[in-house]
């Protein structure tokens, strides 16, 4: 199945956003852009529009929190779905994530089908 959606992958490794990017593929997502970092996808936004973000947490020059934070002061943005994958997953920092308003988060390695999942929970309520 072709789902017709842009989505955003905002990861600073390569190979973490070839990865992701084939995974999407192989669910049926062709759309995808591929960005190194925050600043960035900032930049890219400005270009196109998108239905849902898959942003990494660390990254150099503005990582994850602080990307969802801009997109969140932004009217055009903050109602795109942001999905936080990382490989954070002590209590403090999921909690760290919730306060900042994070609602979906995945701990990597991410598998398919627990993607496949909350992409159509984020993205189509949870049908697709």
């Not at 190979?15 to 995808?32: A, M, S």
């Not at 403090?92 to 308003?101: L, P, W």
Request: glycine content about 6%; aromatic content about 8%.
């Amino acid at each position: 199945m072709n789902y017709d959606i842009n989505i955003l992958i905002v990861e600073d490794l390569l190979t973490t956003r070839l990865i992701l990017r084939r995974t999407l593929k192989k669910l049926g997502y062709t759309n995808v852009v591929l960005c190194p970092d925050g600043e960035l996808a900032l930049e890219e936004l400005g270009r196109q529009s998108y239905d849902l973000i898959i942003s990494d947490w660390h990254m150099p020059k503005m990582d994850g929190l602080d990307f969802f934070k801009a997109l969140s002061k932004n009217r055009k943005w903050n109602e795109i779905p942001f999905l936080l994958i990382t490989a954070e997953k002590e209590r403090d920092k999921v909690i760290e994530a919730v306060q900042a308003g994070i609602k979906e988060y995945l701990v990597k390695p991410v598998e398919p089908e627990k993607l496949s999942n909350k992409i159509k929970q984020v993205v189509f309520g949870g049908a697709a």
